[in-house]
Structure formats: C-alpha cells, structure tokens
C-alpha cells in the first residue's frame, strides 16, 4: 500500500483552509490536471488560462481524494472531500511552504538562462544513488510549478532539487523563499527574455533574487566563465552566501581537468576541494558537460560522496525536445533526428550547433539545421538571429531550413549553397524538410516553443519507415 503523502488533518491547517468533509482513501499526491491525475490525489483548482473549479467533478471521477477549491465553489453530487480556501493558489503555497518545514532534506535550487532542466535532472540522478530524493517533474519551475513539487515531497526524502525559471523582474523571489534552499546554482546569464529586461544585467540581477531564499551558511554556486560571475557573487555575499564557482577559469574552485568531448558524451575530471574527480557523461554537448560542474560543486557543497554520485551521469541522456536523439530509418540509410524543439535562445543555439557538429560525417555525412524564431529578445532580436550565422558556419552545417520573421534575418545572411528553404512559419517549411531529408543526414531541429517546430520533428518521425521514434 502506497504510503501517504499528507494525512487530512495535517493538510487542513497547511493550507490554512476549512475541510468540507473526509476523502475515504489516503492522499498520494496533488494534480492540477484532471488530464493526468491519479487516484489519491488532490485537485488544486487553480484560475489560469482555464478555471479549475469547472473541473472539480471531473477530478473526483477520476478518483481524487479531495480537491483545493475556493468558498464561491458551490459542491454538486459526486463531489468528494472538498478543501476551502480563499484562493487556490495561495492555499497551494500555503501546504508548499509546510512541506518545506516538515522536511530535513537538503535542497538544492537551480536557475539560469539556460541549462536550469538538464542541471536538475543531473542532480537529482546523481543524489538518488545517495539517499531518497524529489525533484521536480519536467520544467515545472514557475508560480505554480514550484509550489506543486514542494507539496508533493515527501517528509522523510533526504535529497531536494528544485528548478526555479522567470521572465520577469522579482518573480524568483516568492519562490526562493518557499524553497529554502541549502545551495543555490545560477547556471549561467546569457540574452534571454531581453523583450522583459533590455540588458543582460537586469536579467543577472533577476536571477541573483535566488540567494535572498537560502538558508543560513547556504552556498551559491557560479559560473566563472560568464560575464556576471562578479555581480552574481556580490549579491550572494550580501545574502552571507559561501560562494563556489566553476568553470574553465583559472580561478575557478570547480575546474575541468580534462573534458574531452564525442559524439555520445564526454568524458571529464574535475578538480574539486583538492582532489579529482573523474566521471562520463551519457549525453553529447559541451554545455552540459559545463553545467556538470556545477552538479559536482552542488555535491561536494552538501558533503555528498561525490565519487558514488557522479556514476549517475553516466546514464544521462537529453529529454525530449532537449536534444533528445533518435535514428528514423529511410530507404537510402538512417537519418540521426536531434529534437532540440521545445526551447530555443542565442546560447542554446549556439551549443545545440556546436553538438551537431560532434557527429562525425563518417556516420552521417549531412548536416542539416532546422531553425525557428527565438522569441522574447527585444530590440536586438533580428541581430541576435541573424548572428548565428557565425555558429551555423563552424558547424559546418550544409543546409539550413528556416522559419519565422525573425530566422529569415540568419537566413538572408547565409551563403546560397546553405539555404534550403525559408517560410513565415514551421508549417510552411514543412514539404520542403521531409522532400530534402534523406538517408545519412544527421537533422537539429531547433525553436522556441512557440514557434512550433515540434511538428516537423513528428513529420521526419513519420516519414521514416516505421514511423516511430529509435533511441540511439
């Protein structure tokens, strides 16, 4: 029998709210979807793009436990246990921030422009070797993500790694201070959001908003490689933070080494508190290999064993939509897919090129990028991407489709020979992909989620023989 998550008369007073009779089954966890919840759960109706409330009854014959609702919902036959408070999602905070007290886990929190999801997953694959650990599910690192992975961790983990995102000036802060973390990493700072904030140092002081949520003596973990390490490390020190950088600088505490790249990973030792650490790493990309370093640090900062953890790297592989790789078998040979779909800013792109360029050409001999807008960069965005022409080159890449208003700046901006086709939007390069794409070509396809790229990756999937996706 699946342990309980929080008893009834524990959560009531936690979401400082007023119970509207008993759930008949123990509570297993919290769902703001009736989509995907599961039986034991409680419903959180929060008020987003859709009510939750017009979704109560729904959650119940799927089997919640109880659902979070505010004192206008009126119950109707079928309801079951009903939890009120005067706004859901404060009443979700509220059992967040009582999960936070009840637990003597020690929690890492993670931000940055890029590379906050691979860090965390890192983390918590390398803390689970150590001890029972929770983390969040997928990116769920905003207003309402953060508090959901709080109020579902369980009392008695050891381990806590948690993802904080934002796009805008002070919304690290309330979150930060839900979690508590022991140690802070701010990956790294790159022009990302720059529609919201117009410089790179407005976006380096939104992240540094971590630190003002960590607990005393806690330790922030930074880049020494970028351009904010100083700014960064000044306002951790205003919050009495220990700070550990890492990094390819000479100064850096966390340092590589070796770090030597390939096609399937990377293979790297790290100095660290006076001794090396050597470790593989199951996932291609010098990006992830930097942020490694910074898993390392978060580690050794906690008094982990290291040497046991990091054997957890070994198995990383990228997610889906983050440089997930696959081979679609055509009739002329294998195409290599990477879905790099789901996000995309001027860093990522550039590491997602550079990762590219690792396969070797004896295995495929074509290079092949598909690009769609980045979105959210303001002013500079047309210059941002007409940029990547500089990545695109030392990439070798042989061809690039584009799409969107922005991507046609990179694409105008290519030699002829590299310029496959260029279209408003994802759909309307779509023919042109799948009639040029053939056997032997390694495929990127790369966007920020909303420019919808995520077809076009089912499309190549689909015209495969088979039609499904091949794990490499």
Request: aromatic share 6%; charged share 25%; glycine share 10%.
């Amino acid at each position: 029998m699946t342990k309980p998550l929080w008893t009834w008369d524990s959560l009531v007073p936690a979401a400082i709210g007023v119970a509207d009779g008993a759930p008949s089954q123990p509570i297993t966890g919290f769902s703001i979807d009736t989509r995907s919840l599961a039986p034991g759960e409680v419903f959180v109706a929060l008020r987003d793009v859709r009510d939750g409330h017009d979704f109560v009854l729904e959650a119940f014959r799927k089997g919640a436990a109880a659902a979070l609702v505010e004192p206008r919902y009126r119950r109707v036959e079928g309801d079951g246990a009903l939890l009120r408070v005067e706004d859901t999602l404060q009443g979700l905070r509220n059992i967040a921030a009582a999960a936070r007290r009840r637990t003597e886990a020690r929690i890492v929190a993670v931000t940055g422009s890029v590379g906050k999801t691979g860090t965390k997953e890192a983390l918590r694959a390398c803390f689970a070797r150590l001890g029972p650990t929770h983390a969040a599910e997928k990116s769920f690192n905003n207003h309402w993500g953060v508090p959901l992975t709080l109020a579902r961790m369980p009392a008695d983990v050891r381990y806590g790694v948690f993802e904080i995102g934002m796009n805008h000036a002070g919304e690290i802060t309330p979150l930060t201070a839900l979690v508590r973390p022991h140690v802070a990493i701010v990956t790294t700072v790159e022009p990302v959001h720059l529609e919201f904030f117009g410089t790179t140092e407005k976006i380096a002081e939104a992240k540094a908003e971590i630190f003002g949520g960590l607990e005393s003596g806690g330790t922030a973990i930074l880049n020494r490689d970028n351009a904010h390490f100083e700014l960064l490390a000044q306002r951790a020190r205003e919050h009495g933070a220990k700070i550990v950088s890492f990094g390819r600088h000479e100064n850096a505490d966390v340092y590589p080494e070796v770090f030597s790249l390939d096609a399937e990973g990377s293979d790297v030792t790290v100095r660290v508190s006076g001794r090396l650490v050597a470790y593989r790493l199951g996932a291609p990309g010098a990006h992830l290999a930097q942020n490694s370093l910074a898993v390392i640090a978060a580690l050794d900062a906690l008094g982990a064993d290291v040497e046991r953890a990091v054997g957890a790297l070994a198995s990383m592989r990228a997610a889906k939509g983050r440089g997930e790789r696959c081979q679609i078998a055509f009739p002329a040979g294998p195409v290599l897919l990477i879905d790099e779909s789901y996000n995309a800013n001027p860093a990522s792109m550039r590491s997602a090129l550079a990762a590219m360029a690792t396969v070797p050409r004896t295995k495929f001999g074509r290079r092949i990028a598909i690009l769609g807008d980045m979105l959210e960069l303001g002013e500079e965005s047309g210059n941002l991407h007409a940029a990547l022409n500089g990545p695109v080159d030392a990439a070798e890449v042989d061809l690039v489709f584009a799409c969107g208003p922005n991507m046609a700046r990179l694409f105008e901006a290519l030699p002829a020979r590299r310029r496959g086709a260029w279209a408003p939007t994802s759909e309307g390069i779509a023919e042109a992909v799948t009639r040029n794409v053939r056997g032997g070509d390694v495929v990127m396809v790369k966007g920020s989620l909303g420019s919808r790229m995520a077809p076009l990756v089912e499309a190549l999937i689909a015209k495969g023989e088979g039609g499904a996706r091949a794990d490499t």
